[in-house]
């Protein structure tokens, strides 16, 4: 059984079988950890994969023609956030730490850029009014029904007409249906300068890594599958946070500091170009060798060709 565990205490029902599997593996090291504490050190981590072919740094040349593009100036710092528009995942801490993070430095040329849908979960206008951060600071990703062309800008609404193939109100923000693709995606990823990733609690986390892949330094919750994500050689700065619980689940969540979201971007802005390179590097190399198909794949294929031939007649 490979399964994803994403919270403390671990499921009742996830610790209940444990015991009748033989085979038990957790998509992160935090589950694994919390079974092994329970009796279950048969217990393994096997983490979740993906295909790192299509996420890495483009040439400046590129990343600058990137920029040009969407109307982004060379010099702004860019924070980028790729998430599904979840209650889970913690806009308004984020949007809080941006605003001290901008009192902080009020004359850097800064954006927010929010790869998500903004038709559901959080209302991220409203939280931008009540947190007086300027709109057009804040950048997202459209995308046309018609056309499926791309765009990067501030939101102004949903359903506007398309600025590639006049399609009259086509152009949308991007969300499960209408998406950008990897590739796009990877190149949503080169416009950013770090990557920053607040969320109550999670199993993988996969834009996470995605984000590694391209050399971002990555700003993540150290809880649940954070804390994977936050050891030494992985590349981020990790966010600390304080404890809530779930209604009737009693699950441990985590609510991010919106000060430490603002303590370590001054981190990453104050760094030497050269610091953050190198750290972006490191962090792409622990994705291949802790996520990548090739790893992860063959360690599923050993698996099966160890297994031994069942006995049972039909």
């Excluded at 209408?178 to 080169?190: A, F, H, P, Q």
């Excluded at 050689?233 to 946070?241: D, K, Q, V």
């Excluded at 990453?268 to 190399?285: F, T």
């Excluded at 050993?302 to 031939?309: H, N, R, T, V, Y």
Aim: glycine share 4%; charged share 25%; hydrophobic share 35%.
């Amino acid at each position: 059984m490979w399964t994803t565990l994403d919270s403390l205490p671990i499921l009742p029902k996830a610790v209940e079988i444990a015991p009748k599997v033989k085979h038990y593996w957790s998509w992160a090291e935090f589950a694994t950890q919390a079974l092994h504490k329970l009796g279950q050190k048969h217990v393994k981590t096997v983490r979740g994969t993906l295909d790192p072919k299509p996420f890495f740094r483009l040439s400046d040349t590129k990343r600058l023609a990137l920029r040009k593009k969407f109307g982004i100036p060379d010099n702004t710092f860019v924070i980028g956030f790729v998430f599904r528009n979840q209650l889970r995942k913690s806009v308004p801490n984020l949007l809080q730490g941006y605003k001290m993070f901008k009192q902080n430095n009020p004359k850097l040329l800064s954006k927010l850029l929010l790869h998500t849908c903004w038709t559901e979960g959080w209302d991220i206008n409203k939280l931008l009014i009540e947190n007086s951060i300027p709109q057009h600071e804040v950048l997202t990703t459209y995308v046309c029904k018609h056309c499926r062309n791309y765009q990067i800008k501030s939101f102004t609404a949903n359903d506007i007409d398309c600025p590639y193939c006049r399609a009259s109100k086509q152009q949308v923000t991007t969300h499960p249906s209408i998406g950008v693709t990897e590739d796009e995606l990877n190149e949503v990823y080169n416009l950013m300068d770090v990557y920053c990733h607040p969320f109550t609690s999670g199993g993988q986390e996969i834009p996470i890594q995605e984000a590694k892949l391209t050399e971002l330094i990555t700003l993540v919750t150290n809880y649940s599958c954070g804390e994977d994500m936050c050891v030494n050689e992985a590349g981020s700065l990790p966010l600390e946070w304080a404890e809530y619980r779930e209604p009737g689940t009693q699950f441990i969540k985590a609510s991010t500091y919106p000060s430490d979201i603002c303590k370590q971007l001054n981190r990453v802005l104050n760094m030497k170009e050269q610091n953050r390179r190198e750290m972006g590097k490191m962090a792409r190399q622990w994705v291949l060798d802790n996520f990548s198909i090739q790893v992860i794949g063959k360690l599923i294929e050993d698996f099966i060709d160890a297994a031994p031939f069942t006995n049972e007649t039909h």
